[in-house]
């Protein structure tokens, strides 16, 4: 990746760049100016120009410091590279000392009494927006330390960040509510309002997402998680003209484009994505951002061809942050899958396998997975050994606070198979992977592409049933296809055929030695299924059976991620239709 920070060893010509941008005084609204500036710059692949306008006032200005900071940490993020990390690490605690600067310096006796006296708190609007700048650093700060420091220890640090930075914007969010009858709305109080509005939103919709029993405990630590109130929040703060709301714009597409179909039901809100994203792709054609989002959009349309060709615009809009890249192939990767083009499929996941650091258990895994979908001959040209993929993946797994990744460990978990000299090999693996990342809610769009999916599961099923030489895993293997059929057959509308698959898996339920996942899973399938066929009850009884009767099995977090979207979804309609 070309680092977006430079060393002050290099050209002049750079620093004279940066401070031909540079306001001789660095007042809220001129800081406000240059950070439109420098966004505007972020958003037409000019990261490094941002970084330039953004680094030299960072000890000076508040918004100058959470500019800065917050590219460093992006950077961070997207590399995982060390000196990156200490580089973004080293850049937030300086940007909380210069917001610390500018904050309201109360005294104890002055709170006691403001409330005796029941008194307005008394707040410049500088004061006002360096406790939000304040807010969104701590933010940024909390979600560093989980990514750095691994430990238990790093955990809770990172946790308690969390807390004081939500802390920081509830406080924000009653000076906007105090405030905003008792002055007119300025073009800095408007920035303030957008502010408050990304931060509680963000929060509450992030929360929301949670199972109960974990929402509860995070209520108890002060926490609120409300579904609605982020996104209205989101939603309030996007339409404002502010700095922020293209923050608040990139997280509901977060939301409606990943998060809801990962942790979800696998039905993100396109049509809303598509009405948030329109004004930036007028503003930014070639926005490597815009660029991906409207991919995406199109992935979860069905349109394969088009998004393809948008991640392959992204990819060449620029060459600054290669992180955007691998964000590419890993789409590019999927989106041949889908029309089972395994060796276009393999080129993307071998890119990562090379150029990425984000989780390479789950590259490697996928390339082996695909790899065994090809071809014996179409295999070879490739010059992989399959079996050798396969016996790296424990290796390579990461840990945060000392516990294992989910899918990671759900990968080398399988890829223990290939442990023995004597393999036992995997069943349509590429399929399987498919289903842990939802991605039949996508394929399922398309029918064609969906046949295709299950002709390739009844040749695997064939084969199962007429191997001589079954292996240990049969029952397993026999099971997986079935769920995988199902799937497919429940997409294509074919309901009481699905609901025989779903049903076979449940009932060897004590035959199952390893994949302890498969039941569970289904049974949440097929409360899907019921509400599918109009039966909300015994759907909702299903996916409570799912969530109550099992655990420790692999991806439970996840199951329970998307249990917890289903029933909200079914109940929520349950109720708008007895109203």
């Given amino acids: 990746m070309a680092q977006v920070e430079k060393t002050s060893s290099e050209t002049k ?63 961070a993020g997207m590399t995982f590279a060390p000196k990156d990390l200490e580089t973004a690490t080293a850049a937030l605690e300086e940007a909380l000392v210069t917001c610390q600067r500018f904050r309201r310096k109360a005294t104890f006796v002055k709170a006691v009494s403001n409330i005796i006296s029941r008194r307005v708190e008394q707040v410049t609007e500088e004061e006002m927006h360096a406790e939000l700048c304040y807010a969104e650093v701590l933010l940024l ?9 691994e430990s238990v220890i790093g955990f809770i640090k990172g946790g308690m960040k969390m807390r004081a930075s939500y802390q920081a914007f509830k406080h924000c969010q009653e000076l906007l509510n105090t405030y905003k009858t008792l002055t007119e ?45 982020g996104l209205s929040q989101l939603r309030e703060g996007a339409t404002k003209s502010s700095l922020r709301s293209i923050l608040s714009t990139l997280t509901l597409l977060m939301f409606h484009l990943y998060t809801s179909v990962i942790l979800g039901t696998g039905e993100g809100n396109v049509a809303e994505a598509e009405t948030l994203l329109a004004p930036y792709v007028d503003q930014f054609p070639n926005g490597a951002l815009m660029l991906f989002y409207t991919a995406r959009i199109a992935v979860l349309k069905g349109n394969f061809k088009l998004a393809q060709q948008k991640f392959a615009e992204c990819i060449v809009a620029q060459q600054e942050w290669y992180q955007i890249h691998h964000l590419c192939y890993w789409e590019l990767m999927w989106s041949h899958s889908f029309q089972q083009n395994w060796l276009e499929a393999y080129h993307y996941a071998d890119l990562l396998c090379k150029e990425s650091k984000w989780s390479q258990a789950i590259y490697v ?7 065994t979908m090809m071809a014996d001959e179409e295999a070879m040209k490739t010059g992989e050994q399959v079996e050798n993929l396969f016996r790296q993946v424990e290796g390579l797994r990461l840990k945060f606070a000392g516990k294992s990744v989910p899918t990671e460990k759900f990968a080398a978990q399988k890829a223990k198979r290939y442990s023995d000299p004597d393999p036992s090999k995997l069943v349509i693996p590429a ?53 995988l059929k199902g799937l497919c057959l429940r997409h294509l509308g074919r309901l009481l055929d699905a609901e025989s698959c779903f049903t076979y898996v449940i009932l060897n339920e004590k035959n199952i030695k390893h994949d302890a996942y498969l039941v569970p899973f289904v049974t949440y399938e097929l409360g899907l299924l019921y509400n599918q066929q109009g039966d909300a009850k015994k759907a909702i009884t299903y996916i409570e059976n799912a969530k109550l009767n099992y655990k420790d099995y692999s991806m439970e977090s996840r199951l329970h991620f998307r249990i917890h979207a289903a029933l909200s979804s079914i109940r929520n309609s349950v109720k708008s239709t007895m109203e």
């Fill in 13 to 75: 010509n750079e620093d004279t760049f940066a401070s031909s941008f540079v306001a001789p005084k660095v007042d809220l609204k001129g800081a406000l100016k240059e950070s439109f500036m420098a966004l505007n710059l972020f958003l037409h692949n000019k990261f490094f120009e941002a970084v330039e306008l953004l680094k030299p006032w960072r000890k000076d200005s508040m918004y100058h410091a959470m500019g800065y900071s917050s590219i460093m940490t992006m950077q």
């Fill in 141 to 149: 700060r909390g979600a560093l330390t989980f990514i750095g420091d």
């Fill in 185 to 229: 709305e300025s073009d800095t109080f408007r920035n303030f309002a957008g502010g408050v509005n990304m931060g509680i939103g963000s929060f509450n919709l992030m929360l929301s997402l949670f199972p109960a029993r974990v929402l509860r405990l995070l209520e108890f630590l002060g926490f609120a998680g409300n579904r609605e109130v």
């Fill in 365 to 371: 895994f996928q390339k082996a997975s695909i790899l």
């Fill in 431 to 483: 399929l399987e992977m498919m289903y842990v990342w939802n991605g039949f809610a996508i394929v399922g769009k398309r029918p064609e592409l969906t046949e295709n999916i299950l002709n390739t599961i009844l040749k695997a099923e064939d084969q199962l049933a007429n191997d001589p030489n079954p292996s240990a895993y049969l029952t397993d293997d026999q099971c997986l296809v079935q769920m």
